[in-house]
């Protein structure tokens, strides 16, 4: 199984690194995770919608560059879908039950994901309606993941 991240902008912060690869090594034993980053658009502050369209567009095809044609993708969106621990473990279950052996997620930038990249994804998953930094999302992420995981096996990690 390939699962793989594609977010926009670089991680920063030493103390989000450590905490990310100390996941995918865990990942390690049940899939080959990579995490691929395309570079955000810059743009000030205050920008008129059109503006907010174009920046998310230029994002959003980078991002998809990165998706190929056979792969799964959720698209990280506040509007999403809610979803628990368990309900998120099965569902990554299943999808490899019914052939789907390439999983993506996708962050976009600050401004969110382009329409585009709403269209492509299969399904769109929402960790609730609080705004979270970006680089603090992949963390989370990357933790569901490999709860998904641990989940499945039976393992006592989730309580």
Known sequence: MNIKLVVVGKLKEKYFKQGIAEYAK?????????????????????????????????????ILDKIKDREYVYALAILGKERTSEAFAKEIADLTTYGHSDITFVIGGSLGLSKHVL??????????????????????????IYRAFMINEGSPYHK
């Open 26 to 62: 865990r990942l390690s034993r049940f899939c080959k995770f990579q995490i691929v980053e395309v570079p955000d658009e810059k743009a000030p502050e205050s920008l008129s919608q059109a503006e907010m369209d174009e920046v998310m567009d230029k994002e959003g095809a980078r």
């Open 119 to 144: 269209d492509r994804a299969d399904t769109q998953i929402s960790f609730g309606r609080f705004t979270l930094p970006h680089q603090l999302m992949r963390l989370v992420l990357t933790e569901q």
